[in-house]
């Protein structure tokens, strides 16, 4: 069983950036999807990005492919979402999720951890 913990998120201007980290324990990530997800107040959880572990390939949500990159790290088991150039619409609470290479769904989530963007 994945156990994921986010961490990274804050109170940052319009503009500002922020490193979203996602840590995993119980498995390491090797064989495994895993995406960010995001849900604001009043709105449904929505894709922001996904990486596949094992090929490194990675695809985003047209709102944020040219301000937000998904990286990891193997040494660390860990996941990063990198937001650059935040705007007000970004405030979310931000869902780190997994899945493996097989599965139809995410089915491991994170607690979130929340953006918010100022004005």
């Known amino acids: 069983q994945v156990q994921l913990v986010e961490s990274g998120g804050g109170l940052v201007q319009a503009g500002g950036s922020l490193r979203l980290s996602c840590a995993a324990s119980?498995?390491?990530?090797?064989?495994?999807?895993v995406g960010w997800f995001r849900q604001a107040p009043g709105k449904g959880r929505e894709f922001v990005a996904q990486i596949n572990w094992r090929s490194s390939s990675t695809y985003y949500a047209d709102s944020v492919k040219d301000r937000f990159t998904i990286s990891r790290d193997n040494t660390k088991n860990t996941v990063y979402l990198q937001v650059n150039n935040l705007k007000p619409e970004d405030s979310a609470v931000y869902y780190c999720a997994a899945k493996t290479l097989v599965a139809n769904r995410f089915d491991h989530w994170g607690q979130g951890t929340q953006v918010t963007v100022s004005s």
């Open positions: 119980g498995r390491t990530f090797d064989s495994y999807i």
